[in-house]
């Protein structure tokens, strides 16, 4: 892999040092999204925080749109036509925000639509194809100095010679996933395959489905990282290329290697028969939730049945388990609020609530979540929120070392 500066992140929870949530999480903050027929949200695929705007790609169901709303959760505009003609697209497979611009691009199949902070729709780029088939790219697309990484989904050369120019890393019916980079015109800059052959395929697919918002890359705002499912690494992107910086270690919580090698064949369809064989197991799903800020790493991996959030600190090379309440020795809790998402923005830490979840809460009535200020009875407008609302995001931020 090179003579590169590797450090070891520590996931075994079970040997970690656990500390309550509320000694490390401050400036903690709830905002209802506006709800009304303008703005009713499916999914919560992607959202991205940028500019003081909040961005929330849906696409399940009947849904294709973007929308946007401001800090404090009024809806602004949204971006939904479906069609052929200009200004419209047939799918929103990714997106990114250029606060330089003030431009939203929506990236449609093998195109790329462009629309200005008030939703006009400005020009499109043709996404310039790369020889295989066929062209299925995923939600993790990110806009970093001035070029753009797409990770390309299962391209196949079945029944196809390799691509002309491909060298010898193609063959006849393969399977693989790659990352395509391009210039601010989206004109092809590199290929690169950081994720191994063997484990590619389906699995990264699933992995990308079936985790909700378990993005790829994640930035600071000086740095691009990227981390996927069978990787043991956190890697830092420098010109183009993948360089490894954190190796996750799952203590005894790894799976073993036979297992390992049954992980890599699933499909869509096996996957959740792998998911309960593992977590009965009490092994580490290989595939961590992460976000980077600054000197600080927050982790949730899924062990057995436990999802612990981790905290590690880049400084001190520390790892801390984060607990809801003293009692809380896993750290488990410390995920229900928020239940999934958690991001970075120029501010700190996001995550969204669905208004379901708040819902469950509520009818529960677990007492722990009476003591923390990560819980949404703290929210003033709690007991109005229905399962038919939009999400709440919470805004957060977490103490430094000291």
């Known amino acids: 892999m090179g003579p590169y500066d590797i450090d070891s992140i520590n996931l075994e929870y079970s040997a970690l040092e656990s500390i309550p949530i509320d000694s490390v999480v401050t400036n903690v903050r709830f905002v209802r999204l506006e709800t009304n027929e303008d703005c009713l949200i499916e999914s919560y695929d992607e959202i991205q925080i940028v500019d003081e705007r909040i961005f929330i790609r849906s696409s399940k169901g009947g849904q294709q749109a973007l929308f946007v709303f401001d800090l404090e959760g009024n809806h602004l505009l949204s971006i939904g036509t479906q069609g052929r003609g200009p200004g419209e697209y047939l799918a929103i497979s990714g997106f990114y925000v250029s606060p330089e611009k003030k431009e939203i691009g929506i990236l449609d199949l093998a195109k790329v639509l462009v629309f200005d902070y008030n939703g006009k729709y400005l020009r499109s780029h043709s996404f310039e194809r790369l020889g295989l088939v066929p062209c299925d790219v995923s939600p993790s697309l990110i806009s970093f100095n001035g070029h753009f990484y797409v990770i390309v989904n299962t391209f196949e050369t079945i029944g196809n010679d390799p691509p002309q120019g491909w060298g010898n890393e193609l ?232």
């Open 171 to 402: 063959m006849e019916n393969d399977v693989f996933n790659l990352i395509a980079v391009y210039d601010s015109d989206w004109k092809l800059v590199k290929r690169v395959y950081p994720i191994p052959r063997e484990r590619s395929g389906q699995l990264y697919r699933y992995q990308l489905e079936f985790g909700g918002q378990k993005k790829a890359f994640s930035t600071d705002g000086e740095k691009l990282w990227f981390h996927s499912i069978f990787s043991d690494y956190i890697y830092e992107v420098v010109d183009h290329e993948f360089i490894p910086r954190f190796m996750l270690d799952y203590g005894r919580h790894k799976i073993p290697g036979e297992q390992y090698i049954e992980a890599i064949k699933f499909t869509e369809y096996q996957g959740p028969d792998y998911l309960f064989t593992f977590r009965n197991g009490n092994y580490g799903f290989p595939g961590s939730q992460y976000t980077v800020r600054g000197s600080q790493i927050l982790l949730k991996p899924e062990i057995g049945r436990v999802s612990p959030l981790i905290l590690y600190d880049k400084s001190t090379k520390k790892s801390l388990v984060l607990a809801m309440t003293k009692n809380d020795i896993i750290g488990n809790s410390a995920n229900l609020f928020p239940s999934r998402g958690v991001g970075t923005y120029d501010g700190g830490f996001f995550g969204h609530i669905p208004a379901d979840r708040f819902v469950w809460t509520r009818n529960r009535g677990r007492t722990y979540s009476k003591v923390s200020p990560l819980s949404p009875l703290n929210f003033p407008e709690y007991d109005q929120i229905s399962n038919t609302d939009n999400a709440v995001i919470l805004f957060f931020d977490i103490k430094k070392e000291r």
